[in-house]
C-alpha cells in the first residue's frame, strides 16, 4: 500500500504515472554526471528551482519525472516539462509539514527537509489532477 | 480524470458578456487600493479599463498613435493596465526561484533600470530616423513575416519593462523619484504604442485587450504555412516526431536567451475551417548577437525554427486558449500536446533571410535537426556551467537590455549607429554600480519581485508632474 508523501502543482494533465527513485540534483556538475552514468531513466529528479536551464540537457535526452520545490505551470520549466509530455510536479510540499514555499522568503530549511525525506526514496507520480500533482512512496527504499 | 473528449467551449470566450475562466486564484490590487481586487483573465481587463480615466486602453486611431505625447493621464492609464498585464502573466511564473544555473533576479533587474535609463534616447533616435509612421511600419512587417522578433514579448517589453519594471525597480532602488524621467517614459511607452498598434491593426495594442488573441498574420501567409501542413493520429510516429522537435527547439530557445522568454513567440488562435485551432510559433534558436551562441553555429542551427500546431479543440474539450502578451500559449486543460493533429516546420537561417527563401523542412526530416537541436543544447549546457556568477549575470543583462529592442532597432538600420554613437554595448557607471546594491538586503530576490508582483511599486506620476521632464536633481 502506497502513501503521499508530497503534492504540489501539477504542470499539466496526464495519465503517466512514473515511477523512480528519487535524486536530488544540486548543481550542473551533478547534472552532466548523472547523464553520464547512463541511469537517468531510473531517477525521479529533485531541483529546487523551477527554470528550464538548469535541467536542459536532461530535459532534451528525456527525464523519466521531476519534482521542482519552486515555480508553476506558467513558469519556464512548467512550459517545457510540458512540451516533452515529462512529468512534472512543481513547489511541493511534505504533507506532513506545514512548511510552504513562498517566492524570495523561504529559508533552507524548507528546502533541506524535502531533499532529506526524499533524496533516495521509491517514489511514484499522480499526475492526473487538473491542478494538483502527488507524490506517492513506492514499495521500498535504496 | 483529466483527459477526455468533449466538446469544446472556447468559442463561448470571445462573446462579448463572457467573462472568460480564471486560470489562478490570486487577485490583484495595484494602485487601486480599497477597491474591488482584479482577477486574471478577461474579466480582469474589463476592470482595468473600466478603471482608466482616458480612452487609451480602448481602439485608438492612427492619428492617436502618431502624437508625439500622451497625456499625464494616458501615461498613469497605460501604467496601471501594464502592471495588472504584468502580474497577470508572470505572476505564477516568478515563483520559479533560483535557477541553479543562471541568476535570472539579478541579471533582470539590472537590465529593467539599465533599459530605463538608456533605451529613451535609442528609441528617440529610431523615431527620428524611421519617423513615427515608419516605427508602426516596423510593427506591420510581423503581419507577412515568420521567424522575426518583432513579436508580442519584444514589443510588450518596450513598455512593460523597459519603462514599467524599469521605474519600479528604481523607485524601489530610491534611485528616482515618482515625478522624475516623465519625458523619457513618454518616449518608451510611444516607441511601444506604435510598434504593437503597427502590427495589431485593430486599434488595440495587448493581446489581452483583445481576449488573448493575436491574431496578426495575414492569410496570405497563412495559406502558405497551411500549404506544407502534414496531418496526423496522436498515436503515429509523427506526432512523436513533431513534439519532441518541437520541445526540444523550445528549449534551446530557452536557454540561447538564459533562460527568458525572448526565444518564444506565439501568435493565433487561428480558427480553420474545420474547426482546429492553429498557434504559428517562432523558436529563436540562435541569436548571432550573442557570444555564447557559437556553439549554435558549429551545430548549423539556424536564427530561427517556425512550428506550425494544429490542435483538434473537440478532442480536447478547450475551454479557453490564451496567447498572452509574452508570447505563449496557455490553455484549459492545460495539456494540448496530446490533441495535435497537425503539424509544419520551416527554417530561416538568418534574422534577415527573405521570406521567399525560408524553407519547410518535412515532418519525416525532423530526426537531423533534432540531433543538432540536442547537441547545441549540451554544448551550451557545458560553455554556461563554466561561466563565473559575474559573467553570467552580465550576460543576462545583455539578452534583455539589447535583446528587447534589437528587432525593432535591426529594421529601422539604426543598430549599428546604436552601438556606434549611442554605445550600446556598455553598461552605463550607474548601473554597473547597482551591481553590488542588488545583491544587500534581498533586493533582488525579495524587495523589487515583491514590488513587481503586487503592482505597488507602479507608483503614478502625480499631478505636479511635467510632461517635458527629465530628472534634474540628484538629491
Known sequence: ?142 | MSIRSKTATYLLRYEPDDDGLRFQDLTYEGNFVGLEPVPDGILGDKMMRRRAKTGVLERVTRENVLRERYTLDEINDLNNYLAWNIWDVLVMRATEGVSGMIPRQEYEILAFMHEFYRWPEILRMTTDEAGPQGVIDIGATARREIGTKVNCVHDWCIGAVGFGMGRCGLLALEAIEPDDYVEESNEILKFMQRVLWGKRQDGYILNSQDRYRCRVHDQEILDQLLGELEDFEPDEPKHDAFTRFNAAATLLAFLDHFDCRLGLGDTGPYLLPDGRVLIVRDLFTNEEEFHWSDVCDHEDVPHCYTVVVVIDAEAMGLAEIRVNDISTTFTRPKNYVPYITGGAVFVREKWNTPMGEVRPVALHDLGAELEKLQQATLKLYGKLARMPRRELITNGHWVYFIDMILPHLRLAGTYEKACRDYDLWEIDQRVSNYYYEITKRKFAQEVVPTKIFSGKGYLPFSEKADLRSSKYRWL
Do not use: W
Not at chain 1, 16 to 42: C, F, H, M, R, W
Not at chain 1, 50 to 60: D, E, N, Q, R, Y
Not at chain 1, 97 to 112: I, K, L, M, P, V
Open chain 1, 1 to 142: 500500500m502506497s502513501s503521499i508523501v508530497a503534492e504540489g502543482f501539477n504542470a499539466f494533465e496526464t495519465r503517466q504515472a512514473p515511477t523512480g527513485v528519487v535524486k536530488y540534483l544540486e548543481t550542473p556538475n551533478d547534472v552532466l554526471a548523472l547523464i553520464q552514468s547512463g541511469t537517468l531513466k531510473d531517477y525521479i529528479l529533485l531541483v529546487r528551482g523551477g527554470t528550464t536551464t538548469f535541467l536542459a540537457p536532461v530535459l532534451s535526452i528525456g527525464a523519466t519525472g521531476i519534482l521542482t520545490m519552486s515555480g508553476a505551470p506558467e513558469s519556464h520549466l512548467g512550459i517545457v516539462s510540458r512540451e516533452f509530455q515529462t512529468p512534472c510536479v512543481m513547489t511541493i510540499n511534505l504533507t506532513d509539514s506545514d512548511s510552504r514555499y513562498q517566492a524570495g522568503n523561504t529559508d533552507d530549511a524548507h528546502f533541506e527537509a524535502i531533499v532529506q525525506q526524499l533524496d533516495g526514496k521509491l517514489v511514484r507520480l499522480d499526475c492526473e489532477d487538473d491542478s494538483i500533482g502527488r507524490v506517492y512512496l513506492a514499495e521500498h527504499s535504496v
